[in-house]
């Protein structure tokens, strides 16, 4: 089902009752597994033990490293004969996890991602390009089976090879596009460059941005060249993929489907959990997943997450725009900053073109930090004091968001890498001899 009213608008009480019961049930799969088998004893938690949402503290808090400790089977609560499908993440941060899922796992999940697409409106009669990586990773395929499930024309195009995406968006007229906010951008790069103009080109009313941190700036560009709403998707594959959490058309906060997974944010030293409107790391247990249940898994992702009930009507808690991970803080002599600030300032320049890099060294002990900054092809060939004055612009204003002067190297619009996958955005080098 993908429009669960019922469900979606139900009173915080009766969902956290819903947890309660659904949590139990996670608790006696999980402990099929040989690693919660064996916490579970040690800790002495049994599923009537769990009576409330706050006996979720007695569970140890499961992490990235914990899962590769136990890879690949230690977490699987089912035979093998119940397995039907195995993802990875994307491994930004090391040797990637795999999860494994069985039909039920599948089902559930192409319903969540149903009903994340329903909430902004996509219908039966929509055109989805899917321009998300397939394979391994979890974007891609998770959208597909979601969008088919609604019922939507699915073109599985994945990403890259922008003259065909091209090609596919004019003659299927797609509406609804799914991509990496990065290699949006330099798609729509592409489009100008071939002077199409999506306004009356081509039929795109609407995008989903996820798999990696962007900024509001970010989402503003992309509406602008685009023409459409553009909606904030957020996963990981830990917690199966896309369809954790969703922007509806308020676009103010993703709804986390709360009876699908609990939510805890919490300080990320201490392990408390923060109040409302706090920022804190995301914490997530799976309320249906069979195949490898996870309880309390630190996402590292940083966020704030509200109570009050949405606009929308909407009950499931909402979460703001991902900061980003706790490992993306740069600490740059002496001050932490995190990317995501840097692109704030950079793509709210108009003349700032579609792609940056931020190097970082230590020369004599001391750090440095250069932003190259792609810049627009008339910008970079027009007058010298014209760039004198942009590269001005950008230094006082990354100077007043992180505290410290960067160097900045105006560069030529697409001399830095580009990536398919998930931006490679930072560069640190201040751990090498030399
Ligand atoms: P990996 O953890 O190796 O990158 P995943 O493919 O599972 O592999 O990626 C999940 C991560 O991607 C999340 O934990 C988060 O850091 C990031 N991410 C996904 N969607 C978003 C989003 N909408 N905004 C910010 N970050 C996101
Ligand atoms: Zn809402």
Known sequence: MYWDKETETMGRDELEALQVQLLQK??????????YGRIFKEEGITPESITTLDDLGRIPFMTKDLLRDNYPYGLVAVSKEQLVRLHSSSGTTGRPTVIFHTGNDIAEWAGLIARCMYMTGVRASDVFQNMMGYGLFTGGIGFHYGAERLGALVIPAGPGNTQR??????????????????????????????????????HIRMAFLG????????????????????????GLSEMNGPGVAFECTEKDGMHVWEDSYILEVVNPDT???????????????????????????????????????????RTHRKITRIKGRTDDMLIVKGVNMY?????????????????????????????????????????FTGEMQQLDHLKKTIIERLRSEILITPKVDLVEPDSLPKSEGKAVRVIDNRHQWG
Do not use: W
Request: charged share 25%; hydrophobic share 35%.
């Open 26 to 35: 996670s608790i006696r799969q999980a402990g099929s597994s040989p690693y």
């Open 165 to 202: 995406q091209i090609m596919l968006m004019q003659e299927f007229e797609s509406t609804v596009l799914h991509i990496i906010p990065s290699y949006a951008l330099h798609f729509i790069k592409s489009l100008q460059e071939l002077h199409i103009d999506p306004r009356k080109d081509l």
């Open 211 to 234: 798999a990696e941190p962007h900024s509001e700036e970010i989402r503003q560009r992309i509406e602008d060249a685009l023409g459409v709403t553009a909606y904030n998707s957020y």
């Open 271 to 313: 392990l408390k959990p923060v109040k409302d409107g706090e920022e804190g790391e995301l914490v997530f247990t799976t309320l249906k997943r069979e195949g490898m249940p996870i309880l309390r898994y630190r996402s590292k992702d940083l966020a704030c997450v509200y109570t009050e009930p949405c606009a929308c009507g």
């Open 339 to 379: 990317p995501v600030q840097i692109e704030k300032v950079l793509m709210s320049i108009p003349e700032v073109g579609s792609n940056y890099q931020i190097v970082l060294d230590r020369k004599d002990f001391n750090d440095h930090m250069t932003v190259k900054v792609e810049i627009s092809g008339e910008v």
